[in-house]
T-cell receptor
Framework: DVKVTQSSRYLVKRTGEKVFLECVQD?????MFWYRQDPGLGLRLIYF???????EKGDIPEGYSVSREKKERFSLILESASTNQTSMYLC?????????????FGQGTRLTVV | DQQVKQNSPSLSVQEGRISILNCDYT??????FLWYKKYPAEGPTFLIS?????DKNEDGRFTVFLNKSAKHLSLHIVPSQPGDSAVYFC???????????FGKGTMLLVSP
């Protein structure tokens, strides 16, 4: 069974903290993605990566960075957390060659910044 | 600029009836469309997809229809079951090397 695992289900962080969200996939997928989901806004792409050490900005990259040192792991970093980054964060991966194929999502991390 | 629009935030249907979820898009370059289902506190799961060379794709109780001239697609669930209650996201892409653009989602509630 394919699996995308996010390290935390729930996180509470303070404003200004540096926050790391980790994601691991076991499907040997090249493509990995970070989305955030907010009520009334749907899923918005933050960053994606199509290969190790490669990263591309999505639609809302401001305030975030990513790291992909190994194929199976894709980390989202909030450099200085702010309250407007309180959200549900979803990691996904998909098979190589195309970015629009069926993506497999993790269970999500509910981040609250206080 | 919202390129994928799901104008109904919610939909209520009785068990056994048909559920029709709608999605409109504005980007004429979109050529591949997907539907995802999301339960609370879980990640979205892929449901069904359709390429722009087709106008219909069916998988069990789920059928997606694509009307390219109207830039409209719909997901039909027949018959609807209480376990179908979830948020449904429509997504689209413009070619294999573009990422998915998601709509805001429609919450479906199927009552017994």
């Amino acid at each position: 069974d394919v699996k995308v695992t996010q390290s935390s289900r729930y996180l509470v962080k303070r404003t200004g903290e540096k926050v790391f969200l980790e994601c691991v996939q076991d499907m040997d997928h090249e493509n990995m993605f970070w989305y955030r989901q907010d009520p009334g806004l749907g899923l918005r792409l933050i960053y994606f990566s199509y290969d190790v050490k490669m990263k591309e900005k999505g639609d809302i990259p401001e305030g975030y960075s990513v790291s992909r040192e190994k194929k199976e792991r894709f980390s989202l970093i909030l450099e200085s957390a702010s309250t407007n980054q309180t959200s549900m964060y979803l990691c996904a991966s998909s098979s190589p060659g195309q970015l629009n194929t069926e993506a497999f999502f993790g269970q999500g991390t509910r981040l609250t910044v206080v | 600029d919202q390129q994928v629009k799901q104008n109904s935030p919610s939909l209520s249907v009785q068990e056994g009836r048909i559920s029709i979820l709608n999605c409109d898009y504005t980007n004429s370059m979109f050529d591949y469309f997907l539907w995802y289902k999301k339960y609370p506190a879980e990640g979205p799961t892929f449901l069904i997809s359709i390429s722009s060379i087709k106008d219909k794709n069916e998988d069990g109780r789920f059928t997606v229809f694509l009307n390219k001239s109207a830039k409209h697609l719909s997901l039909h669930i027949v018959p609807s079951q209480p376990g179908d209650s979830a948020v449904y996201f429509c997504a689209a892409s413009a070619g294999g090397y573009s990422t998915l653009t998601f709509g805001k989602g429609t919450m479906l509630l199927v009552s017994p």
